[in-house]
DNA sequence: TTAAATTACGCAGTTAACTGCGTAATTTAA
DNA sequence: TTAAATTACGCAGTTAACTGCGTAATTTAA
């Protein structure tokens, strides 16, 4: 039989295929730090740069800033507190928000994640050919899905 | 604080908003078929499609035609065979395999199930503003990673 | 013609996001 | 100055892929 189906579903298949790679990326990273021994996921270098960067920022600045829910980065804070890599606290202005604050043990480790992470760039830019464009293709589709979801959208024209 | 922080990592959160897009289509997905009142998974579709085009199609053909696991395809087609969409048999030329037909049930959906896909087509075109390249980038970069890991290409150069 | 290798399947558990919903703290408006 | 609305957090459960590992069927080679 075919085994070119894939290609002929075109861009049916878009959303699986993005999922695919994304989890390619995101399985490889993790069994990356293995190999090196480093003790962190994959993405909280993401919050560990976003609280080195920031002298008070929240749960929810978190989200804001990275594109995720609020509950992911709690679930995601909450495992870096337990292993050591930040101190959380409420802050004095807003008794509501939990506040973070890096550890002695990240501010240690940071420059080596810092440095895996600039050739993570690079590889993405070698895999891309330098081209960027699929960014702003991202960028789009999530704007747009956010003003009108993908199911909505097919709705409309059925 | 700054909300551009995303932006400013760049293509080191090209991973995270892959996974993004892709959910946010499959939740939307499911919801619509909902809304719809049509019990189906969104994926399903693709599985159909293949069973509909092929006499014999097994675990692994439809596993490999669509780039996923033979578990995760394994996992598909037992919840649709338990929701009645399709039949499974034991390939007699080899008792191995187990090979997939459509059920009147989707025979009956399928229709319906195209016209929907047809327009989710077009939407998807629409949001990339008929720029296909997309697809072609996700092509190289899972070729590319297939060769060797992203994790990999990292480590060369640490 | 049996032992070893390969292929196919399927179960159990994992991953990183998600949604839904409830509670606590703060702000706004009558 | 209390009632209603908003904001922030956190728990429980879900999603659609994954990996790991074991077993059954088939094929290959000594």
């Known amino acids: 039989m075919s085994n070119d189906l894939v290609k002929d579903l075109g861009l049916r ?3 699986t295929r993005l999922k695919r790679v994304a989890d390619k990326m995101s399985y490889s990273a993790r069994d990356m730090y293995k190999q090196l021994g480093i003790d962190i996921e994959p993405n909280w270098y993401l919050v560990l740069t976003l609280v080195k960067g920031n002298n008070i920022i ?47 043990k990240s501010e240690d480790i940071l420059p080596e994640i810092e440095k895996i992470w600039n050739y993570g760039e690079e590889v993405i830019a070698e895999l891309l050919h330098n081209q960027k464009e699929i960014l702003k293709h991202l960028d789009i589709m999530e704007d747009e899905l956010n003003k009108l979801s993908f199911g909505d959208r097919i709705l409309t024209k059925l």
Chains 1, 2 share one sequence.
């Open 13 to 15: 298949t878009l959303g």
């Open 58 to 104: 929240s749960t929810v600045d978190i989200a804001r800033s990275l594109g995720f829910t609020h509950q992911s980065v709690n679930t995601m804070t909450n495992r870096m507190i337990k292993r050591g890599y930040l101190i959380s606290s409420k802050d004095p202005n807003d008794l509501r928000k939990t506040v973070f604050n890096l550890t002695q």
